[in-house]
């Protein structure tokens, strides 16, 4: 007997049993076509885009189910194939604790299996919605320029098997990159005169449906410029602002779950309370009423995204850099030291929200006040060094954007620098201890080499690291006053550490707003 049946399993047959605390679908998941195939099948896929669907379809019922497909690793399809695709949500906030087991993936695919199953599922009629969450990596694409980078391996052997089923009709390619999989299934679509599909991105990259647009575009005309103009006039690729904090999954809350409601779920999400969900309405094939189920369909989302950008993700970046040097495991327990709160809302309001216009409807004082609450949300167990990961990926949209935009107003850059110096801090690869850090990110091996050649000069450092094109765009790189302030901030953390830094950052903060007597700060300093 395997420990999954002593420990119940969850499955479509053990629904029954499951405690009645737990919501489950109400709908008959069998009856149900998938009409949705989502690439990037982590976590935060299945604690957002899957529970929208899944509350629409408690709803309404409809074609609407999801075949995931993991790109990658085999662990997600390993966990809901003997749970039919069933898992649960567990939403935490505090002492409380709700569970939801979600219906609406029908099967997980494992792309480098099964390369012509997951083409010919993203290739049929019934599929009207690609939709992906492949994180900012997944796109092969330099995020400064927002360009396709032809050198990534992965895209050059996809083009490679791109132009060779441009002109011929018998290849089998079998891709390695989500941009390769995607233009690989148009191309067969239009071959086939099957309607175009949607595509819908749902990563945090700057608009991000554009951009991947771009991406591909970019890709198809490599191979067959005819593709490209078809791409280009026929498939939406609808923006999105998506928003969920969904810590990865430990042993921990496998275990909770298990203890509380009697079932083992290997496949399991736990997420805050909070979601959130702004689409462009533009779907070439339908789309599911999402906004039954709490998502807003708008004709522009750029103010939500870039406010979603600039405040969560920036300041989130800026906290787990800092506050992994300073010996934080936790995004809540960086919280729990007031020197942070306040530097992170003082980030936020002095230096973020004066670059931002307010989307409809959205309050920014108020928003940075509710991101400050959820940061703090203890029970999540959110690591830093979650957060910390691809980092070269995420800088440009969460942080340099916004320091661009303040270095053309003449503003002052004080805690974006400090954040970039957290950033080149932590990417030396050794913590306040001196143990090793293990960085991960696709340019781990030339930020190390940088910070190996030139640790002694942090002169030198700096400019090495400000020279990397995919990062800091030439305007920014040459920037003096950007350069030196992340050189003094990042000089200050070698010497003093991140929580001695923190005071003096805060104490002259102090003194100046002081001297200009009326605080050119909206920030309650609280010292
Ligand atoms: C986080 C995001 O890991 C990260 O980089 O900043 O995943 C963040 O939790 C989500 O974007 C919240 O919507």
């Excluded at 935060?44 to 497909?69: C, K, P, Q, S």
């Excluded at 939801?100 to 494992?110: P, S």
């Excluded at 700057?206 to 991406?215: A, D, F, Q, R």
């Excluded at 039954?292 to 989130?316: C, I, S, Y």
Aim: with cysteine; charged share 20%.
């Amino acid at each position: 007997m395997t420990t999954d049946v002593i420990a119940n399993r969850l499955t479509q047959v053990a629904l029954d049993t499951v405690p009645e605390t737990v919501i489950k679908p109400s709908y008959n998941r069998q009856a149900l076509q998938v009409g949705i195939v989502h690439l990037g099948m982590g976590a935060f896929h299945r604690a957002h885009m899957a529970v929208y669907t899944d509350t629409l379809l408690n709803l309404e019922g409809g074609d609407w189910r999801i075949l995931g497909v993991s790109l990658r690793s085999p662990a997600v399809r390993d966990q809901l194939q003997p749970q039919q695709g069933l898992y649960t949500v567990a939403e935490m906030q505090g002492d409380t604790l709700s569970h939801r087991i979600i219906g609406a993936v029908a099967d997980v695919l494992v792309a480098p299996e099964n390369p012509q199953t997951v083409l010919a599922a993203m290739a049929a009629p019934g599929c009207r919605i690609i939709s992906l969450t492949i994180t900012e990596k997944g796109y092969c694409h330099d995020p400064a320029s927002g360009d396709l980078n032809l050198d990534n391996a992965g895209i050059r052997s996809d083009l490679e098997s791109c132009v060779a089923a441009a002109s011929s009709t018998a290849v089998d390619a079998a891709p390695a990159t989500a941009i390769g999989y995607l233009v690989e299934a148009l191309r067969r679509r239009r071959q086939a005169g099957i309607e175009p599909v949607t595509v819908l991105c749902c990563d945090n990259l700057p608009e991000n449906g554009s951009t991947l647009k771009k991406i591909v575009l970019q890709f198809a005309a490599q191979c067959d410029p005819s593709l490209a103009d078809w791409i280009a006039e026929r498939v939406p690729f609808p923006n999105t602002m998506v928003d969920r904090i969904v810590p990865a999954t430990l042993d921990e809350d496998i275990q909770r779950l298990s203890a509380e409601c009697g079932y083992l779920d290997k496949g399991m999400v736990k997420t805050e309370v909070f979601t959130q969900w702004v689409i462009e309405d533009r779907f070439a094939a339908g789309r599911p009423a999402w906004e039954r189920a709490g998502a807003t369909l708008v004709e522009d989302v750029a103010p939500f995204e870039l406010a979603k950008l600039r405040l969560l993700n920036g300041a989130h970046s800026s906290l787990a850099y800092l506050g992994f040097i300073a010996g934080y495991p936790f995004v809540h327990q960086v919280m729990e030291d007031n020197d942070f709160c306040v530097y992170l809302r003082g980030l936020m309001l002095d230096e973020i929200v004066p670059t931002l216009s307010a989307p409809p409807g959205m309050d920014l004082v108020q928003y940075v006040d509710s991101l400050l609450q959820r940061f703090s949300n203890a029970s999540l167990r959110h690591k830093t060094y979650q957060i910390a990961m691809d980092g070269s990926q995420k800088l440009p949209q969460r942080l340099l954007g916004t320091v661009r935009d303040r270095l053309q107003q003449g503003a002052p850059i004080e805690h974006l620098a400090l954040a970039v110096a957290g950033w080149a801090r932590y990417v030396l690869g050794f913590d306040a201890r001196g143990e090793v850090i293990e960085v991960q990110d696709p340019l781990v091996a030339r930020l190390q080499e940088i910070g190996e050649t030139h640790f002694h000069n942090i002169d030198d450092l700096v400019e090495n690291y400000l020279n990397l094109r995919e990062i800091f765009d030439a305007d920014l790189a040459v920037d003096e006053t950007f350069k030196n302030r992340v050189t003094y901030w990042l000089a200050h953390i070698l010497a003093n550490g991140v929580p001695t830094t923190l005071r003096v950052f805060l104490t002259e903060k102090a003194s100046r707003a002081a001297n200009v007597g009326n605080s050119e700060s909206k920030t309650e300093i609280n010292l």
